[in-house]
T-cell receptor
Framework: DSGVTQTPKHLITATGQRVTLRCSPR?????VYWYQQSLDQGLQFLIQ???????AKGNILERFSAQQFPDLHSELNLSSLELGDSALYFC?????????????FGPGTRLTVT | AQSVTQLDSHVSVSEGTPVLLRCNYS??????LFWYVQHPNKGLQLLLK??????LVKGINGFEAEFKKSETSFHLTKPSAHMSDAAEYFC????????????FGSGTRLSIRP
């Protein structure tokens, strides 16, 4: 158990809908990262927050947004969903912000868009 | 620019024989390198990391990796495979400064034959 929690575990929704994925980092970690894992794209970095502020952006679509709250939990919002958004979404956390810190991954949320 | 190439998409070994998972990287910066493992339906778990200290890095579960700057490689090895090692393995390169420069390899699926 990494100490990172994600809810829900599974999510099934229709095209055009909006969903929110939630992540709680390990105790003491200030950084939260979001990743998308799909068969065709592999593991893609989406976005990072550090202590409530956006720190880095990866391959995140404009239809997706995220935020980190004062208690350090984070939410990833996916809107106008398309079939291609079906994937496993992982959250990870680390104590610091830079690339040298190891990340601890949650179990993931499997999103199915029908 | 950074990139990482995992040279084998699938490796199959017999239980008790050595494991070699190959990773080559490219980085304009002094990189940090990681190996993560993902068991089926699980999140990623850190095996080991290199951050410019000793070039031979020991990780969990008997795995180790050697950083070879001249060959731009960071291959993962284990002397004796165990059935529980069957999983997907990811090589990761990142620059020190920003998480947005974290790049995951495409993964190597390790199968263990009894």
């Amino acid at each position: 158990d990494s100490g990172v929690t994600q809810t829900p575990k599974h999510l099934i929704t229709a095209t055009g809908q909006r969903v929110t994925l939630r992540c709680s980092p390990r105790s003491g970690d200030l950084s939260v990262y979001w990743y998308q894992q799909s068969l065709d794209q592999g593991l893609q970095f989406l976005i990072q927050y550090y202590n409530g502020e956006e720190r880095a952006k990866g391959n995140i679509l404009e239809r997706f947004s995220a935020q980190q709250f004062p208690d350090l939990h984070s939410e990833l919002n996916l809107s106008s969903l398309e079939l291609g958004d079906s994937a496993l979404y992982f959250c990870a956390s680390s104590v610091g912000s830079g690339g040298t810190y190891e990340q601890y991954f949650g179990p993931g949320t499997r999103l199915t868009v029908t | 620019a950074q990139s990482v190439t995992q040279l084998d998409s699938h490796v199959s070994v017999s239980e008790g024989t050595p494991v070699l998972l190959r990773c080559n990287y490219s980085s304009s910066y002094s990189p940090s390198l990681f190996w993560y493992v993902q068991h089926p339906n699980k999140g990623l778990q850190l095996l080991l990391k290199y951050t410019s200290a000793a070039t031979l890095v020991k990780g969990i579960n008997g795995f180790e990796a050697e950083f070879k700057k001249s060959e731009t490689s960071f291959h993962l090895t284990k002397p004796s495979a165990h059935m529980s090692d069957a999983a997907e393995y990811f090589c990761v390169v990142s620059a020190d400064s920003s998480a947005s420069k974290i790049i995951f390899g495409s993964g190597t699926r390790l199968s263990i034959r009894p």
